[in-house]
């Protein structure tokens, strides 16, 4: 003999939502109500339903077996007046009742064969595929995810073919400097003098630092970089970024300057901040004229009831055009005088927003860019 299963009223049910708990309150049955808005108004019809076919069966089994059977004095056939119209008004609505619910699945199974086809386009790759939004207010819902879904698949795979295409031009450019160098000179038509040799390192480099790149991008695209916070003096990392750019400010006569506040040690990751730094330094060194000023440092803000450090990088180049200007943050993208790869901005806004920081540019075309970033100050860890 088979046992069926029990619930005992404090145990959780199978059907019951696992971030609800139980036993459940009134305010949870609400909740769960307002989530299940489809299965609460089924359940109303069949209960509709059951009631209706429970009256007219039973009126029509008085008035059938009222010529066999004395029903007088047995409820709830003793009132034949009562029973017969209620019966037979239960029985027209249970036909309404039918004809309704069958309109009603009708109206929903052609919108879901429509999403049943168009979702095996998707799962093909056919990502253009977008169906009619139409019928109850459920499916409609349902239709509508679908389509945001697809067009989000959409707009991802564009993203996904657009940065393939950059990537391999990115690398095609030092590989052809590096493979051309080394043909030469196993040709004999260069010679394998310092000059050469430091060329083909420097494209070395340029390769290794787009490789750490798109590392880097890749892990903070995915939500899979992690970060090392400890507190950290500012002004030290600030001055050994710095530092390390001195002797390129030197060859075109920049002058760096320093404006750092004393203010308590920030709870970051230093070698991410500092990769900030070094993007934001080395973008500006780019675009500052011979003889031009970079301004570097941070200064303390308090606003509300945050205290954050807000570090700046301020050059006084050409400038970024208001066109470019709403753009600079984003991946692989460059104006037609950038000579970057697109990346070290990009990955600067990841990088600080992954310390719960927001990143901003400000330009006047003529007057020089200022790129600031805000850190917040907390003592958790």
Known sequence: MKHRPHFSPHQRPPWWPENEEWPATREAWRRVGRRNPFSRRMGCFFFGFAFLAFVGLLGILRFILAPFIDFHGSPPFDRPDFIFPLGFLGFILLI????????????ISRPLDELVDASNKVAEGDYSIRIEERGPPEIYSLMRGFNSMAERLQINDQQRRNMLADVSHELRTPITVIQGNVEGI????????????KSIMEETQILSR??????TLALAESGALQLRREPTDLAELTRDAVAGFESQAREKEIRIELSLTEIEEVNIDPQRVREVLLNLISNALRYTPRAGVIKVGFTESASSAERNAVVFVEDNG???????????????YKSSDSGGMGLGLSIAKYLVEAHDGKISAESEVGKGT???FFLRQTSEV
């Open 96 to 107: 309404f009742a039918v004809g309704w619910g069958a309109r009603s699945l009708r109206r």
């Open 186 to 197: 196993l040709d004999g038509l260069y010679p394998a003098d310092e000059e050469r040799l």
């Open 210 to 215: 787009l490789v750490d790149d798109l590392r």
């Open 318 to 332: 050409p400038g970024i055009e208001s066109a470019d200007l709403p753009h600079v943050f984003e991946r692989f």
């Open 370 to 372: 200022k790129i600031s």
